[in-house]
């Protein structure tokens, strides 16, 4: 039974991380992949912990997992918005989003954006 | 598996001297970083590889029940990675310094030490 | 030089001391000659390198007793004369500790009996002459000549140690007392040959034999006692001394008799006819010095008992009336401030004491009875008459050279004294202090009484020495003014005059020696050739080896990886093991994809943070490698350093500049270069995976853990106990890697004007 | 960096992150961890800090420098090797001192092999900080 | 926060990561997580009398976890399916909240709940720019976060305001 | 192969997919902030990656390389996203 | 007994530690000269020790060999250890009047004692991985010191330095891993005992090769010695002074090491290459050298020329050759420190190290005059100095081994070296100071003066020595030939008799 409720959460949480990474292949700009990545992701994994957890039933394993989890519940979304806030500086334009008039930085070249 | 291995090193080996014979400083630093992964894989591997049974002993065991992975070449491993780190990052402040002092990261360009005999009072 | 300061006051005790101790030792050896000529041959041993079988041998044979008389004989009289020559020099101290020690190297060195004892000596000879010879190191001449007395002496050495070595190991034993009875085996050693030749070697250019000439003249650069020394009685003749040294163990070949034949003829006439060219009086004395030594030379290619003799005979003969011929020049020199024939002229008026010693000497030289000369010229006539197989080419050689020997002779001691002079001479002459001219008159008059009283030589220097050549003091010839009529003196009359004919035309035959000397090439320009030869060498092997680009450099090392581990794979058919892929884990499949699709990736890219993530991709492949494959501690150190290295590489390039596209940045001779060494990697590895492991090292680490380590986590057992020692060096890594960083960062850029410290 | 959000995180993280280092480092002997990886995971901790807030403040709550951090630590460890030759063993023999021993249980370790860990850690710490620190007042 | 009680949880914490807290655990934990913040002190901005609002943080806690699931979905659907469903818009949400915690909770919560992506806090701490995914109606996501997750995060946090 | 097996081993290919997917993005980018999205994706995966292994194992030890991660890895993205932003500010234009 | 081993090992360590922690005081650098002191007198009391037993062996840790990690010391090791000490103590001297406090508050001393903790750690070690570590420890620091100073010319030079290096460390470490995968063992002695055992010798081999080139980088080898020339003449000249001393001989010992002890199943094979090599090393070396006109570079190239004989008595791996080698090491670490320290006096008197911007020492400090010519004289293999007994051993065995060719490549090089050698003496002592430069024959003032020329004239007093009284080192030279062509007292010490 416990196995059985293991092996849901384990699929479900990895099907969450498939998504999270068609997430970020298909969504149209940054910012919407970073939804997708940040959360899904994060909401996958703590599936997969929660699956180990009830696999091994142990306390020790228990609370690794939740810290594990409350770990990337609070560094997920800094890391997230460090990228954004970083997207937003180098004049990313956010899709589907009219920026025109309030973008900071809209005369930033393409070059920019990229990287190279 | 080990046979897997040796073959991923070899591209490792392959990407980071392609980098390290490059122009640019820059690109060497990057394949060493590469070459240093695959130095220590190659101890991995030539150390055989275990499934999923790390060398631990359990908790009330004198020593660990079933066969666990080599232990030694995870210790000379975990050392070459942080030597590693070490030399790396010794290396990068020197590329980073190096730019700075001599304005270049192109290797052909730095000749201060060994000048050209154009260079030559 | 020492032009403006000569003087009876000298150089105190520094100018003394040596005098008194070469005087001393002079002495010392003249105590040895009852001995000596007894047939006795006193020696010491000390044990040097008795491991190597070397020992500091010496022994008094006749011939080294000869040699240490003439050295520090001579020595004492030059030392006595440079105390003035070179009076208030502010470098007399330093010359004077050379000579010194040069004097006691040439004692060493004929003393030895031991070759590379011998060769010892003779390499401290080559040092004190390098820095007597440079002693006017301010010049470019000096400089020079130093350096091509050095470099030509050394080259014969260093052939002739290879040569000494060889000897010894042909002997089993580097004794020259203990080698020379061995004579037959070594000759027909089948090293003989290369022995030979690399002995004489070091002979021939050490006693500037042809074609190795050139240098010895150049050498005059030194102060005139230094050549007077040198050049006369001593280090020069250190050649002939090793040759006669090793003659009863080396000759009688056709080898020996023909090269050292051939050579010390030709050397003879080449230098005579050098020396009649010259106008500088010492550099004619130079090239007799050179005549005298191509003599020795041809006499030692011979065997008989005559030829042994007047070896002998000529050697001390010789030392004597040219010692006191160089000091008479560097009297004329230091009085007149010039040594040219063209000026000097009348001073025997002026200069009589000198006049008198030129005379005597000069005499001596030129082979005038009563005169010592006269005996040894007639000795060599009877031993070039004597000489198989090449008695018509010895005897035209000496009949030649001692023709040109008188006219040098009047051209040194009669031009000067008793001509008019050609020019106005820088100084007003007069009489030189009495310890310039102790020196020549000594000499002179003991050639002199040497001529008058030959058997004072006789018992006591000639037949040892020529005795220890041929093997039996009883074969010795005797030393006689009048030996009858006979060819040797149908010799000597032709020579005469031929000589006073030389000495004739002196001007004329000058100018033709002089215009013929332009047109034959010599080999001191070939020095410099030589000089400049190897200057291009070295530069173009510099440039095309070390040439200050790093890629290059990369490219080498690498090439050189891949093509010796290739070959040797190869040559030493190295047992390869195909690929197994049966117990390939799904997982690891997946990972190590990912890994090279990281690392392909990083290698292209020309952007720098897609690079720096690629990186990071294959990074982290890398460190699920290590969890998959049971090792947890290695993964999460692999991804914290990870981390660590994206902050770093972060920061730094926030200050460096973009890559350049990769496109433009193909290389395609290094890609084929990087694919040979991944091969080589991979080849090597499967090899090394095909066998089972010997894991008694974690077996052992498996049972101690627990119970004798108290942990329960292997690897970190191994790192803090089993293997403490490596941890420690490896966070002292780190400490000095952040030390060193940090120093790089901080430390002031002072000097950055200047390219090299 | 003024970032509000990665300041007030790293509020939170940098102390986190140590004690989660120094936990790391003690269990080290008995399970994944130890001293480098517990010196890693606590130098990251500064280096947020550093990054968030800057070096200066970074440095100010180290309170010492960290080159002289790293120096002690190594000196500890090697302190640890040495302390054998008190007991007449060789370097680095570890030396165990079991508190509150049972017949049944060993009690609490303390041994020169801890005290060596706490070396390595130190060093790893205080090195990548001095590293980060110096690169980062460089840009 | 008070000092004392992020002491002692961080002594918790350490006992917990051992999984035995007797006294000589819990005792050097709360030694060291005071020697971990007295390091620390810069970053504290000064001592905050409180006492724990068990009930709002456990509120806080179940309506996260309601909205996380929720809106999930709503992504996930998006993601899933051909075409995008959505409509992004930065909207600028004005915060009542001060504290660091209260700050970086708030935006960590956006964060996490899908369809919301905090972008950055103005350096006033006045403003918070995000990311909304579904935003018909960019007045109505501002107001469901000023009186959802902020008030739950205000009253948890800081203590209830008039 | 029980229920569980299954599902640990159709984990790790969701798992693999999902940083399949992540690296296409990261060397199609097109900004930088797009690759970086892409390496912080990983970080999670890698997280899920650490957690199947110790079911499939029955090795707690993984937790660990998990929680480590867990806690410094978002420390790269950080990084690299002061990266990007600062590389502007300083004005090294077209300068990546 | 193991102490014996561990000290000089951990007296290094101990001495970086505090002297860094009091590096901002005039305390540091009289720390750093105390540590030297004692490390002098720990590395006699190993010597002393070693000379009693033959081989000694410790078990680092208290864990037996081949499992813990051994430190062991045979005549070759604790005399690599004593000349390491007795340059280390020479270069701290020294360092007291050449190293500025800029260069002392970033941590000079400390950096230079941890240096000499890698190079002692290298000699004394008895585990492959352990070497690796040690060599890191060495190679990072001389990273630190040869860029301390930042002028440009060093950086330019670190790079090619520290790049070249790299590769040779990465290099070192795979080799080590193969060969673990191969015998599993990393003990030394062990190697020599499992080695022979594997059955894919010629994977041995190929091996072996790969060590080769990772030493050989290291040693300064042909052709792999660029980094060499590329930077020694760059940094302080201490630090330069103790690079070209100790650094490439811990190439050259390692290379010994492996190919007496480990790699000596096919060398029919290694030791022609390593033939080769010698040979190409002493030309190239000595070529290069004769390009030069900088002090610092022409002695730099003559590391590389040098090496080449010790090579070569490696190569001939006959006793007499091994002799050479060892004998070679010795006389050539301490003569070259001493060339590369009185470049820095010629520097301070001059201003520079450039042959045709100085000239006229001759007159103006006879005494360094003096002072140069024995190292310079020892270096060009002069009779009675100790370069040339190191020389005449090496040709002896090559003429003893009938190798003709390499004899006389290694007596033509020892002409060329005469050359250079001169060219640095006529140019800056006979030569007139030239015009047109700065005439800055500033005598360097009364204190750095007596700390730089006093470990000058001790080194130069240890040349005489040598070449005065050569036999006990000569027997010393033998015996350890001996240790290292009959391993198996090496092995015994190691393992203990049942291995
Ligand atoms: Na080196
Ligand atoms: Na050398």
Known sequence: MMDLLAAGLLLVGGALILVAGIGILRMPDVFIRMHASTKVGTLGSGLIMAGAAVHFGAPTVIFKAVLIVLFLLLTAPIGAHMISRAALRIGVEPWGVDTADKDPASQITDQDKTGV | MEALLAIAIGVLVTCSVYLMLARNVLRFIFGLVLISNAANLTIFTAGRLTLGSPPLIPEGAEAPAAEVANALPQALVLTAIVIGFGLFAFALVLVFRAYTSLGTLHTDDMRVAEPRETDKA | ?????????????????????????????????????????????????????????????????????????????????????????????????????????????????????????????????????????????????????????????????????????????????????????????????????????????????????????????????????????????????????????????????????????????????????????????????????????????????????????????????????????GCIDHETGTREVEILGGLARLMPVTALAAALAAASMAGLPPFIGYIGKELIYAGSIAAVPSSVLVTGAALAANALMVGVAGVVAIGPFWRRAGGTMPKTPHEAPWPMLAGPVILAVAGTAFGIFPALLQGTLIDPTAGVLIGDFDKVKELKLWAGVNLPLYLSLATFALGFLLYGFAGRVRAGLAAADRATPTADPIWDDFLKGLKGLAAWQTRAIQTGVLRQYMFVTFATVFVTLAVTMVVRDAGLALPAFDTAEPLGIALVALIMLGAGLAAITADRITAMAALGVSGIGVAMVFIVFSAPDVAITQLMVETLVVVLVAVALLRLPRLESARQDFRPWDALLAVGVGAVVTVILLAVVAVPLDRRLSDYFEATAWPEAFGRNIVNVILVDFRALDTFGEIAVVVIAALAAYALLRTTRADDTEDSK | MNSVILRAGTRYLAGLLLVFSIYMLLRGHNEPGGGFIGGLIGATGFVLFAIACGTEDARRSLRVEPQAIAAVGLGIALLAGLAAALFGDDLFTGQWLFINATETEKGLPLSTVLVFDIGVYMVVLGSILTLVFAMEEEI | MNTLAVNLLLAVLWSAFFGNFGLLVLGSGFVLAYLVMWLLQPLTGGPSPYFARVFYWIKLAILFLYELVVSSLQVLWDIVTPGYNARPAIIEVPLDVKSDAGILLVTNLISLTPGTLSLDVSEDRKTLSIHAMFADDPAAVCQTIKSGMEKWVIDAVEGRRA | MTVLTMAVNAGFLLVFLAVALGFIRLVRGPTMPDRVVALDMMTVAIVSFCGLMAVRSEVQAFLDVALALALVGFLATVALARFAERRRSRGQEGDG | MSWYLATPLALPFLTAVLAFLWRKRAA????????????????????????????????????????????????????????????????????????????????????????????????????????????????????????????????????????????????????????????????????????????????????????????????????????????????????????????????VYALIRMFTLVFTGDTGFTHEILLWVAGFTMVTGVLGAAAQNEIRKILSFHIVSQIGYMILGLALYTPLGIVGAVFYLVHHIIVKANLFLIGGVVHRATGSTDLARIGGLYKAAPLLGVLFLIPAFSLAGFPPLSGFWAKYVIVAAALEDQGWVIAGVALAVGLLTIYSMTKIWAEAFWKKHPAGYEPELNRVSAAPRRWMLAPIAGLATLTMIIGLFPEPFVVFAETSAQQLLEPAGYITAVLGDAP
């Open chain 3, 1 to 329: 030089m020492g032009a403006d300061t000569g003087s009876t006051a000298g150089n105190g005790w520094v100018g003394i001391l040596p005098t008194i101790a070469s005087a001393a030792i002079f002495a010392w050896f003249l105590g040895f000659i009852p001995a000596v000529a007894d047939g006795q041959t006193p020696g010491w041993i000390l044990d040097w390198v008795p491991s190597l079988g070397i020992s500091v041998a010496f022994l008094v044979d006749g011939l080294a007793l000869t040699f240490a008389l003439l050295i520090s004989g001579i020595g004492t009289l030059v030392f006595l004369y440079a105390n003035s020559y070179l009076a208030g020099h502010p470098q007399f101290a330093r010359f004077a500790l050379f000579l010194f020690s040069f004097m006691l190297a040439m004692l060493g060195l004929v003393l030895a009996d031991d070759l590379i004892a011998l060769f010892v000596f003779w390499e401290l000879t080559t040092i004190t002459s390098y820095l007597l010879i440079g002693f006017g190191h301010e010049t470019e001449k000096g400089r020079r000549s130093a350096l091509q007395a050095l470099f030509v002496t050394g080259f014969g050495a260093l052939a002739m140690l290879a040569g000494f070595i060889l000897l010894g190991n042909a002997a089993g034993t580097f004794r020259i007392s203990e080698i020379i009875p061995q004579a037959g085996a070594i000759v027909a050693h089948p090293h003989y040959l290369a022995i030979l030749i690399l002995v004489l070697l070091g002979a021939l250019t050490k006693s500037a034999q042809f074609p190795f000439h050139f240098w010895l003249p150049n050498a005059m650069a030194a102060p005139t006692p230094v050549s007077a020394f040198l050049h006369s009685a001593t280090m020069v003749k250190a050649g002939v001394y090793l040759m006669a040294r090793l003659h009863p163990a080396l000759s009688g070949t056709e080898v020996w008799i023909w090269t050292l034949t051939v050579l010390g003829a030709i050397t003879a006439v080449l230098a005579s006819l050098l020396a009649m060219r010259q106008t500088d009086l010492k550099q004619a004395l130079a090239y007799t010095t050179l005549m005298a030594l191509g003599t020795l030379t041809m006499f030692l290619g011979q065997d008989s008992a005559y030829a042994m003799t007047a070896f002998a005979t000529f050697l001390v003969v010789h030392s004597l009336y040219k010692a006191a011929l160089f000091l008479v020049v």
């Open chain 7, 28 to 251: 540091g650098r009289w720390i750093s000269l105390l540590g030297n002191a004692f490390l002098l007198g720990a590395a006699g009391l190993l010597m002393v020790e070693v000379l009693r037993e033959g081989v000694i062996a410790g078990q680092m840790g208290g864990w037996r060999a081949p499992f813990g990690i051994t430190l062991v010391a045979d005549y070759l090791g604790a005399v690599m250890v004593v000349i390491t000490a007795i340059t280390a103590f020479a270069t701290a001297l020294y360092a007291m009047g050449d190293i500025d406090e800029a260069k002392e508050r970033l941590g000079y001393h400390a950096l230079f004692n941890l240096l000499i903790a890698g190079v002692t750690g290298a000699f004394l070690t008895g585990d492959l991985f352990n070497l690796y570590v040690w060599f890191e420890v060495m190679l990072i620091s001389s990273f630190g010191l040869l860029v301390l100073g930042g002028s440009r010319a060093q950086i330019d030079g670190g790079v090619k330095y520290v790049t070249l290096n790299l590769v040779s460390t990465i290099l070192f470490l795979a080799g080590i891993g193969l060969l673990y995968g191969m015998t599993g063992t990393l003990n030394m002695a062990d190697l020599a005992l499992r080695v022979p055992q594997v059955e894919n010798q010629g994977m041995v081999t190929v091996i072996a090769m790969l060590f080769m080139i990772a030493f050989g980088v290291k040693a300064a080898v042909f052709p792999l010695f660029f980094w060499l020339p590329a930077a020694y003449h760059t940094p302080a000249f201490s630090v330069s002074a103790v690079f070209a001393g100790l650094l490439t001989k811990v190439g």
